[in-house]
């Protein structure tokens, strides 16, 4: 067995027996320097920077859905003094509408926070398994598995703000009709 894998090498390298032991580019990981080991683990750093800054922009969408629905059951709680009787119902209507929006979104943009904080634990993995990877001279598939992943987590976050952002915009949308048409009513819209 020794000998095939040396006629391989010699063949391969076009060296002779004696010159295997002393050229070692035919090992599977040549040997690393600590610049190496660092360019392996910053690789990754664009997408924890990429994750990064979606979480936060994620949470301040959070928090402008929190603050909404706040203004909204502000609104609800504040409309039987203001209302007359008959405007009361469909004004409740349409708030009661706003606050199941208001709670898709919510939930939606949860669930995007929570995938993005898994993609930014995924890459930070990354990054540690394949400097781990270059100083043991080890495979990298896990640490390519673990990114892949980290990706996915990254898709189905921005799929899910797409869900919420079109929410926003059909709730935006149903306000304005809304406003119109209580304009129309009062004889404010010419």
Not at 57 to 83: I, K, M, P
């Amino acid at each position: 067995m020794t000998n095939i894998m040396n006629e391989c090498v010699e063949h391969s390298h076009g060296s002779s027996h004696r010159d295997v032991g002393r050229d070692i580019s035919w090992l599977p990981m040549p040997p690393t320097t600590p610049a190496d080991v660092l360019s392996a683990m910053i690789t990754p750093a664009v997408l924890i920077s990429a994750a990064g800054l979606l979480s936060l922009s994620t949470s301040q969408r959070l928090a402008r859905v929190v603050d909404r629905t706040r203004l909204v059951v502000h609104e609800f709680q504040s409309l039987s003094s203001r209302a007359a009787p008959g405007d009361r119902a469909a004004r409740e209507a349409f708030i009661v509408r706003q606050l199941r929006a208001l709670t898709s979104r919510a939930r939606l943009v949860q669930w995007a926070l929570t995938c993005l904080y898994i993609s930014l634990a995924l890459f930070i993995m990354t990054s540690l398994l394949l400097g781990l990877a270059v100083v043991l001279g080890g495979q990298s598939w896990i640490a390519l598995g673990v990114g892949v992943t980290g990706a996915l987590c990254l898709l189905a976050s921005s799929l899910l703000l797409i869900g919420e952002a079109r929410i926003a915009v059909r709730s935006l949308g149903e306000e304005i009709a809304f406003i119109r048409g209580i304009s129309r009513e009062t004889g404010s819209i010419g």
